[in-house]
């Protein structure tokens, strides 16, 4: 699986947007991006995953250069909820399970 | 759903002493996740489960360590003879099986070896 790295940390402001990087330049053809969120003294929670193109749900949007080598997770309204740690992770579909986090982002949204 | 259930959320013991950990996946998921984390580190995978096979280990699974998924559905883990080292917290996972199902998380048992 892909290696992915992500800034430390990063701050918002309440209600604007948070673009949140990852780079995975050794990605595969087959290797799906995805992202969760983990919340203190929680598990993590799925947010939202992608191989090429771009993908929005209700939670959040995420965009995949074209050349699947960085991906950016997108809130567009940050809220204090948000406050969080941010890991973007790549993996094989059907292999999910295994996926390896990284020390990822911490997200403080502050008001 | 009713989401993902471990037991304990706190363990305390003293080194040299045994736990166990109880994880209830959600119903329909056949597979079953068990992760390791310690402070200010993304979770480790340890090992998996689809349906009562265990199918993969990590090399970070001592032998002091153990799970077992008897019956397809709740799984346990064991760590025998703890060590300070030990000390992490332990998450349980669980989705169906194919395709990019995600994963379910529980909030895990938070073990402190003393």
């Known amino acids: 699986d892909a290696k992915t790295t992500q800034p430390p940390s990063m701050d918002c402001a309440e209600g604007r947007a948070a673009n949140l990087p990852c780079n995975h330049s050794t990605i595969s053809g087959n290797e799906y991006v995805y992202w969760y969120r983990q919340i203190h003294s929680q598990g993590p929670q799925y947010i939202i995953h992608g191989l090429k193109n771009n993908e929005t749900n209700e939670m959040a949007s995420l965009i995949i250069t074209e050349d699947r080598k960085s991906s950016t997770l997108i809130l567009p309204h940050a809220t204090l909820r948000d406050t969080a740690v941010y890991y973007c992770?790549?993996?094989?579909?059907?292999?999910?399970?295994?996926?390896?986090f990284g020390k990822g982002t911490k997200l403080s949204v502050k008001p | 759903d009713t989401g993902v259930s471990q037991d304990p959320r706190h363990k305390i013991t003293k080194r040299g002493q045994n736990v166990t950990f109880r994880c209830d996946p959600i119903s329909e998921h056949n597979r079953l996740y068990w992760y390791r984390q310690t402070l200010g580190q993304g979770p480790e995978f340890l090992t998996y489960f689809q349906n009562e096979a265990q199918l993969e280990k990590s090399r970070l699974l001592s032998d002091r360590f153990s799970a077992e998924r008897p019956k397809g559905s709740f799984s346990t883990l064991e760590i025998q003879r703890t060590e300070q080292g030990d000390s992490a917290m332990y998450l349980c996972?669980?989705?169906?099986?194919?395709?990019?199902?995600?994963?379910?998380f529980g909030s895990g048992t938070q073990l402190s070896v003393l």
């Open positions: 996972a669980s989705r169906r099986t194919g395709g990019n199902e995600k994963l379910f």
């Open positions: 992770t790549c993996t094989r579909g059907g292999s999910q399970g295994n996926l390896i």
